[in-house]
């Protein structure tokens, strides 16, 4: 018994790759984890928590937005990612941002109140305002889904609406930006309202929208549709009926993949980009995707999640659907007990550079083989919580949280190796 003991003393370091503890007689004692030192390019201290704030990437670009700032107000913050310099930051403005989009020559911001702020991506000036309703009330329902998943074609905003109440329009809903009157003063409100060009009766589109030459892919889980619709015309393309196992969670991901649509939610499904068939569907995954989105990225061939329910990092083939490998990267505690709960960790989604897959977390920055799931080790000078991070070139940028009596953010990046 006591060799057995020991052999499992042994083996565990191998297979759990997070801040471990070992329980002897009522104690914990703690495993020492493979050291990995990353080389720091820039840091630069932001002022707003970015829970609801995700970032644009742009090409050599990142825009952030930045909520309760100093002084009042929020406003947009475009950074050099090379470098970290500060390009702009705009004037301020009002309500809670969200997502920001680019078109053209100019930021679009949208607030929590069915309003957009269009930037000048030159200078951060603003250059106009835009309510998506005759009222407030209308803006919000009519844009209520235009922050979190939406598409860009052409001159085109396109998003899934899903409104509270029967009396506002549900569906695929289209925003012109060639509407906008740049002449006008740009604090002064320019009422457009959007247009439904897609619907089906009580629609939920709670997916982000796929957008490829002028070609929308939508998921509407309600009904259980997954379309190509014409960005132009609105018109149907195609439009297939989703399994029932597919259908059991609403926030899915959607990407394209050569000729191939990929649907992973509750499980992995790969339809024909061309005529909407199906190609192949696996069984439930066994570390479910948790509904976040953004915790799923494809690189090489390979889908990489993690799973924040049970912490772990999954690679599937996108080809096969087949599972690669998975990584358990919680600690020792049993899941659904309270203590696994007190000590559980939170990662950003996974981000792949070479043969390395990298992942920021309240336990560290912690880096992976993206082959087979190997731990290379962590650098526990980060700590954060956050799930946005991106991946240009070489340069991984995160957001990380100096430890003392008052949190400082900072926007990190450093180079992968």
Not at 113 to 122: A, P, W
Not at 344 to 369: A, E
Request: glycine share 8%; with cysteine; hydrophobic share 35%.
């Amino acid at each position: 018994m006591k060799f057995r003991f020991a052999a499992l003393v042994l083996l565990i370091p191998l297979l759990f790759s997070s801040c471990i503890f070992f329980v002897v007689g009522g104690t914990e004692r703690p495993v020492q984890e493979k050291k990995y030192t990353a080389e720091i390019l820039w840091n630069r201290e932001i002022f707003s928590w970015p829970g609801y704030n995700f970032p644009l990437a742009s090409g050599v670009y990142y825009y952030f937005p930045a909520d309760d700032i100093p002084g009042g107000g929020a406003s947009v913050v475009k950074f050099n990612i090379e470098t970290g310099k500060v390009i702009w930051e705009s004037e301020r403005v009002k309500g809670r941002l969200e997502y920001p989009h680019k078109i053209g020559a100019y930021i679009y911001q949208p607030n929590n109140s069915g309003l957009i702020y269009v930037f000048n991506d030159l200078n951060g000036l603003l250059a106009a305002t835009i309510m998506l309703g005759e009222d407030e009330p209308e803006a919000i329902n009519n844009g209520i889904r235009f922050n979190k998943y939406n598409a860009v074609s052409g001159s085109n905003f396109y998003w899934g609406n899903t409104p509270n109440g029967t009396e506002h329009p549900r569906g695929l809903m289209r925003l012109d930006s060639t509407k906008i009157d740049f002449t006008k003063d740009p604090r002064e409100t320019q009422v457009i309202i959007p247009e439904l060009i897609w619907s089906r009766e009580g629609s939920m589109i709670a997916t982000n929208i796929l957008s490829e030459n002028d070609i929308l892919y939508i998921l509407e889980s309600r009904h259980g549709i997954l379309a190509a619709i014409d960005a132009e015309t609105g018109s149907i393309i195609w439009e297939n009926s989703i399994s029932q196992i597919t259908r059991e969670i609403s926030d899915c991901s959607l990407f394209l993949y050569d000729d191939k649509i990929l649907l992973i939610g509750t499980n992995l499904s790969c339809y024909d980009k061309y005529t909407g068939n199906m190609i192949y569907e696996t069984p439930k995954l066994e570390e479910p995707i948790n509904n976040y989105r953004l915790c799923v990225t494809l690189n090489n061939n390979y889908l990489y999640y993690n799973d924040n329910y049970y912490s772990s990092i999954v690679s599937l083939n996108a080809e096969t659907g087949e599972k690669a490998w998975s990584r358990y990267i919680h600690s020792h505690y049993e899941p659904n007990t309270p203590e696994f709960y007190e000590h559980h960790y939170y990662y950003s989604f996974p981000q792949v550079y070479g043969d390395k897959l990298y992942i920021s977390s309240n336990s560290g920055l912690r880096v992976y083989n993206a082959a087979n799931g190997e731990f290379v080790g962590v650098d526990k000078s980060f700590n954060t919580g956050v799930i946005h991070s991106i991946i240009y070139n070489d340069i991984l940028v995160f957001f990380s949280i100096q430890p003392g009596e008052y949190r400082i953010i900072n926007l990190t990046a450093i180079r992968c190796k």
